[in-house]
């Protein structure tokens, strides 16, 4: 069956870094694109970052460009970001998520933490 594992979350003080994994089994990671998300609480699942299946081309949410990179290890079957010059507003849970045959699939999420 389709699963995502996120981990690397944690506690880091502003202007930190961390870098999520999302390992993915039950489906062949390279013919789909993966999505970044996370939620703050009381607020909305928001997408963070996206990266495609055919060429790997990215894209982010106005409020972390220049400061995450998504990228794709498809032998490992495992997506990364990278978090650089973390603020308070950055913390949240963050899910990866995988849309196949119009169903969205989301693993149980990673807790950001951003205080000093």
């Known amino acids: 069956q389709v699963q995502l594992v996120e981990s690397g979350g944690g506690l880091v003080q502003p202007g930190g870094s961390l870098r999520l994994s999302c390992a993915v089994s039950g489906f062949t990671l390279e013919y789909y694109a993966i999505g970044w998300f996370r939620q703050a609480p009381g607020k909305g699942r928001e997408g963070v970052s996206f990266?495609?299946?055919?060429?790997?081309?990215?894209q982010y949410a106005d409020s972390v460009k220049g400061r995450f990179t998504i990228s794709r290890d498809n032998a490992k079957n495992t997506v990364y970001l990278q978090m650089n010059s973390l603020k308070p507003e950055d913390a949240a849970v963050y899910y990866c998520?995988?849309?196949?045959?119009?169903?969205?699939?989301w693993g149980q999420g990673t807790q950001v933490t951003v205080s000093s």
């Open positions: 998520n995988v849309r196949i045959w119009n169903i969205d699939y």
């Open positions: 990266i495609s299946s055919a060429d790997g081309s990215t």
